[in-house]
Each structure stands twice: as structure tokens, then as C-alpha cells.
């Protein structure tokens, strides 16, 4: 899925049960999370829905006991996980992403590295109807002055 697609769906509330985004370039990973982060809840649920880990201070246990509860007073719960570079045994959130609750909203943002397309847990979720997978690639130079012209038009200047 491209970035521009994730971007209208989430503008356009249409959600997914698993975001999960990697690759080099963080700037669209950061702007997908933040924007999910902040339009999917409205502030008086924040606090009860919506948790913010990092991958060093958690392990994958306990990020999916975090996603199989079950929203308080409002139609969705959202777990997102920043920094998930760091986590240890990223493939055990296989069978969560393979059979996802419909009232969370799980967002894994793997910055500054790629994930390895040659395992079988890129491959289940990259083929799973449930999850988003986006790849952040690099931003080469020649690309660049392109993408700055494309990005002033969308803001309509």
C-alpha cells in the first residue's frame, strides 16, 4: 500500500485492524503514526484507549495482552508501538496479526531498519487481508526536489 493511499484511508476513517510500518525513511513512518495517533480518538479517550509503548521497555507478550483487551466506553482501543526495531522476536506477533481483534487498532513502526522479505512472518502478513504493511523506502537525492514541489501543491501553495 502506498503512503498517499494509508494517508486518505486514515483521513477518510477507514482503518485497518494492523499497521504494520518499516524501512529507512522515517519521516513517512512518523507522519502515518501521528496522524493515526491523533485522528483516531478524540482526547477524553485517550486516556483510557490509547497506549503508547517503545520497543526497549516491552517485549511482544506484552504488547499483544495490550491488544486483546478490549476498548472502555468507545468503539476502539489503540496500541502503538514505536521504536520496534528493538523488540526481541518481532515474529511472534504472527498469530495476533493473522486473527486480529476488530476493536484494536495495533500500529507497529519499525524505523531505520528494513524488515527481512525473505522470513515467513513478512510474508503471512504482507499476504494477510487484516494488516497494512508499508515499506518506507529512502528517499534517493535526484527524487527529492520532486517530492518537495509534490508535497508544496498538496498544501495548496
Known amino acids: 500500500m502506498t503512503y498517499d493511499h494509508i494517508i486518505r484511508d ?7 485492524p494492523v499497521y504494520f510500518l518499516s524501512g529507512e525513511e522515517p519521516y513517512f513512518i512518523d507522519n ?14 485517550k486516556g483510557f484507549n490509547q497506549s503508547v509503548v517503545y520497543g526497549r521497555d516491552v517485549s511482544v507478550k506484552d ?6 483487551r478490549y476498548p472502555m466506553m468507545g468503539n476502539y482501543q489503540v496500541v502503538i508501538v514505536k521504536e520496534a526495531q528493538y523488540l526481541n522476536q518481532i515474529e511472534d506477533f504472527e498469530p495476533y496479526i493473522l486473527s486480529p481483534l476488530d476493536t484494536t487498532i495495533l500500529v507497529i513502526a519499525q524505523k ?3 524488515v527481512d522479505k525473505r ?9 494477510s487481508k487484516t494488516a497494512v504493511v508499508f515499506e518506507s523506502e529512502k528517499l534517493r537525492d535526484y527524487v527529492i526536489p520532486k517530492w518537495i514541489e509534490s508535497q508544496i501543491t498538496a498544501l495548496g501553495f
Open 119 to 127: 522470513k515467513s512472518f513478512y510474508k503471512k502478513i504482507k499476504a
Open 63 to 68: 504488547v499483544i495482552d495490550l491488544s486483546r
Open 10 to 16: 486514515i483521513r477518510n476513517n477507514i482503518f485497518s
Open 32 to 45: 502515518i503514526v501521528s496522524l493515526l495517533e491523533n485522528n483516531i480518538l478524540d482526547e477524553s479517550m
Open 112 to 114: 531505520h531498519k528494513k
